[in-house]
């Protein structure tokens, strides 16, 4: 699969899906964009036909409110038909606004309130080891959500139990809703925590496609250790005008806002 034609065609998806729907999170769709791309488009052992496959591996969006950028990834790879995207977030339609398992092909858990992912994650990993079974446990979060507790108990828990088949990617684009991570609630030395708490930490280029492989292609990165990719990411990537904006955390695209970010989308190779 391309990569780069399937990270395009998540941002053009989600500004339609959520132009349409006048739904948000724009932004923070894409800046996870070029991770699940790669995810979806050359690391996850997936099969669409058989979306319960035992030996898939597992990913979790814990940042759900994304749930538009999963959704087109899923359709993309054939989980389901790229015209269903047209119900999202539609009454009666499962293509909710927060990420849904229900009724959806491909989606392991539903997510939403921040900070649940990575426990779940780490769970599914321990019962994972228990049972002897070799696929890995991705999770990808928010860097906002670092800031609930529940999330460094999980941390805790997985280095205690030598998850190594457990993968916490942290789409590190440094705003959540309101205003700069740094402002609300600063996580430097961010890396530094991660290794205290006895994980593997690597800190990439979230938009670098190579390198996002080359990272997600050697894992685990250390035996009995957890691994955390920290990716540095710009909120709203992709579209000028979009891009290091608080402004496009919830903001709907609508009118010429549309226009001109699908006009500059469709210019990219």
Same mark, same amino acid.
């Given at each position: @699969?391309?990569?780069?034609?399937?990270?395009?065609?998540?941002?053009?998806?989600? +500004?339609? @899906?959520?132009?349409?729907?006048?739904?948000?999170?724009?932004?923070?769709?894409?800046?996870?964009?070029?991770?699940?791309?790669?995810? $979806?488009?050359?690391?996850?052992?997936?099969?669409?036909?058989?979306? &319960?496959?035992?030996?898939?591996?597992?990913?979790?969006?814990? &940042?759900?409110?994304?749930?538009?950028?999963? $959704?087109?990834?899923?359709?993309? *790879?054939?989980?389901?038909?790229?015209?269903?995207?047209?119900?999202f977030y539609q009454d009666g339609s499962s293509l909710l606004g927060h990420i849904s398992?229900?009724?959806?092909? %491909?989606?392991?858990?539903?997510?939403?309130?921040?900070?649940?992912?990575?426990?779940?994650?780490?769970? @599914?990993a321990y019962g994972a080891k228990l049972d002897q079974q070799n696929h890995k446990v991705?999770? =990808?979060?928010?860097?906002?959500? *670092?800031?609930?507790?529940?999330?460094?108990?999980?941390?805790?828990?997985?280095?205690?139990? &030598?998850?190594?088949? =457990?993968?916490?990617? #942290?789409?590190?684009?440094?705003?959540?809703?309101?205003?700069?991570?740094s402002n609300t609630l600063g996580l430097e030395p961010f890396a530094d925590k991660w290794?205290?708490? %006895?994980?593997? #930490?690597?800190?990439?280029? %979230?938009?670098?496609?190579?390198?996002?492989?080359?990272?997600?292609?050697?894992?685990?990165?250390?035996?009995? +250790?957890?691994? *955390?990719?920290?990716?540095?990411?710009?909120?709203? &990537?992709?579209?000028?005008? @979009?891009?290091?904006?608080?402004?496009?955390? $919830?903001?709907?695209?609508?009118?010429?806002? $549309?226009?001109?970010?699908?006009?500059? +989308?469709?210019?990219? =190779?």
């Amino acid at each position: @699969m391309d990569i780069k034609h399937l990270a395009k065609k998540i941002r053009l998806h989600t +500004l339609q @899906m959520t132009s349409q729907a006048g739904s948000s999170h724009v932004g923070s769709v894409f800046s996870m964009a070029d991770i699940i791309a790669v995810l $979806y488009g050359a690391t996850l052992k997936k099969d669409p036909n058989n979306p &319960k496959w035992a030996d898939r591996d597992r990913f979790i969006l814990s &940042k759900g409110h994304a749930t538009s950028g999963l $959704y087109a990834a899923l359709a993309e *790879c054939g989980f389901f038909s790229v015209e269903k995207l047209n119900t999202f977030y539609q009454d009666g339609s499962s293509l909710l606004g927060h990420i849904s398992h229900k009724g959806v092909p %491909g989606v392991e858990v539903s997510s939403g309130s921040l900070g649940h992912g990575l426990p779940i994650g780490t769970g @599914m990993a321990y019962g994972a080891k228990l049972d002897q079974q070799n696929h890995k446990v991705f999770v =990808l979060m928010s860097d906002g959500e *670092c800031d609930e507790g529940s999330n460094w108990e999980a941390i805790l828990f997985a280095a205690h139990h &030598k998850l190594d088949n =457990l993968i916490a990617i #942290v789409d590190y684009n440094k705003i959540q809703s309101l205003d700069q991570v740094s402002n609300t609630l600063g996580l430097e030395p961010f890396a530094d925590k991660w290794k205290s708490f %006895g994980w593997e #930490v690597l800190e990439v280029d %979230g938009h670098n496609l190579e390198e996002l492989h080359t990272a997600f292609s050697n894992l685990p990165r250390k035996p009995n +250790l957890p691994t *955390c990719i920290i990716a540095h990411t710009v909120k709203g &990537k992709g579209v000028s005008f @979009m891009e290091n904006t608080v402004l496009w955390h $919830y903001r709907s695209p609508q009118g010429e806002e $549309y226009a001109s970010a699908v006009r500059e +989308l469709e210019s990219q =190779l």
